[in-house]
């Protein structure tokens, strides 16, 4: 095995060239990390139902789910972006960012599809909440890069749950018993 020189431990911070005191930066990035790793299990989430939707409706919701994954990516690489920006470390081995995620990960296999859109509108709803904690705590400690970054993910995020909502509505179109002398 090569031998490495580590730069910076995952839980050492180093000094944020935008001039945050280290006791916020170290408190946003807490959380930061926090919902880096449970994007991470949602990502992970709308891969698999990318891979195994069928029925009806598979090509609306294997479109949905790969937007999803992708939204869900470029949110991971802002945060982690971010994390940096403040001097922090991003968690990133699967084992560490399991042990920090806020959502539990499906158990493997197939479910019917209206069980895996209603599980992952639990976990956009659950991860809506934390981002909503989460700008608050950057606004109270003056950190308006993160707000302004968390406020275009909680928006985008809430764009997720309504379209999930969509897709778990009622047909408002179906057949009804046409009325009487029509």
């Not at 911070?13 to 449970?38: C, H, W, Y």
């Not at 859109?117 to 904690?133: R, T, V």
């Amino acid at each position: 095995m090569i031998q490495r020189t580590q730069l910076q431990e995952i839980d050492e911070m180093e000094r944020n060239a935008i001039g945050l005191p280290s006791f916020t930066a170290k408190q946003v990035s807490g959380r930061l990390d926090a919902l880096l790793s449970s994007f991470s299990t949602q990502y992970h989430q709308y891969m698999k139902h990318h891979w195994v939707v069928a029925g009806p409706d598979k090509g609306a919701l294997y479109t949905f789910f790969e937007e999803s994954f992708r939204k869900t990516e470029e949110h991971v690489d802002a945060i982690a972006e971010r994390m940096t920006t403040l001097g922090a470390v991003p968690t990133s081995s699967m084992q560490s960012q399991s042990d920090k995620s806020l959502l539990e990960a499906e158990s493997e296999g197939i479910y019917p599809v209206r069980d895996m859109l209603k599980s992952d509108l639990e976990n956009e709803q659950a991860l809506i909440s934390y981002i909503g904690e989460a700008v608050s705590e950057a606004c109270e400690l003056k950190d308006y890069g993160t707000e302004t970054l968390l406020k275009r993910v909680l928006m985008e995020r809430e764009i997720l749950a309504s379209e999930m909502m969509h897709f778990l509505g009622n047909d408002s179109l179906a057949r009804r018993p046409e009325p009487v002398g029509l």
